[in-house]
């Protein structure tokens, strides 16, 4: 069955590059994405990638996926203190209506 | 665009009422709805996938008697929490999307405390 893992947590200094790693099993994933949580709230898209896509950048956002490997990561260039929040990653498979397969999530702190 | 609207977003009530949570696309039409449970510094537990017009598809343990999925338009979708208790205590979230390759967007959550 599918499948996606990622490491629990991730501490970094403000300022430095923050990468969140996270793995999948189905090969037939169409889409990546990956939703950022603050506490007491819902989630929120932070970017999404093409699974015939390698990089895509938004901002401060870079998505590498490695299709071969099934290796998403996302990186946060100049972390800042307001991305603390947890990260899920998930994905889309190719079979028709299906909702989305997520990770367990990745604590993200941020020091000042 | 692609904003999703969840209300109420904290609701406190007795043991045995129930209880509905409304999830609305305010921009786009939702051919499908999802709802999910969330434990404290757990994941998403997906609870039921809605389909415009149709019966909700139940993922197994999940009692579809006890939380009634509605989804009588292309923009809103409602969670009953029938005759709940304390244990139903939880972060329920909504998700929509447009079409099955189109990313979910996410509701703000409901926090539904039972005493």
């Known amino acids: 069955g599918e499948d996606v893992e990622q490491s629990l947590f991730l501490s970094v200094r403000e300022g430095d590059s923050s990468v969140i790693n996270c793995t999948y099993t189905?090969?037939?994933?169409?889409?990546l994405y990956w939703y950022k949580q603050e506490p007491g709230a819902g989630l929120q898209l932070l970017t999404y990638?093409?699974?015939?896509?390698d990089m895509k950048q938004d901002q401060r956002l870079t998505v590498l996926l490695n299709k071969k490997d099934k290796h998403l990561s996302l990186r946060i260039a100049d972390t800042q203190t307001g991305d603390s929040a947890i990260y899920f990653c998930?994905?889309?498979?190719?079979?028709?209506?299906?909702?989305?397969?997520f990770g367990k999530g990745t604590r993200l702190s941020v020091i000042a | 665009g692609a904003v999703v609207s969840q209300h109420p977003s904290w609701v406190i009530c007795k043991s045995g009422t129930s209880v509905k949570i409304e999830c609305r696309s305010l921009?786009?039409?939702?051919?499908?709805m999802f709802w999910y449970r969330q434990f404290p510094k757990q994941s998403l537990m997906l609870m039921a996938t809605?389909?415009?017009?149709?019966?909700?598809?139940?993922e197994q343990g999940v009692e579809k008697d006890k939380f009634l999925i509605n989804h009588a338009s292309l923009t809103l979708s409602t969670l009953t929490v029938t005759s709940a208790h304390p244990e139903d205590s939880s972060f329920y979230i909504c998700?929509?999307?447009?079409?099955?390759?189109?990313?979910?967007?996410f509701g703000d959550g409901t926090r539904l405390s039972i005493l």
């Open positions: 998700s929509a999307r447009a079409g099955s390759n189109q990313p979910q967007h």
């Open positions: 189905d090969s037939s994933s169409t889409y």
């Open positions: 990638i093409f699974s015939n896509m």
């Open positions: 998930a994905e889309s498979l190719s079979s028709g209506n299906t909702p989305l397969v």
């Open positions: 921009d786009f039409q939702a051919t499908t």
């Open positions: 809605s389909n415009e017009g149709s019966k909700a598809t139940y």
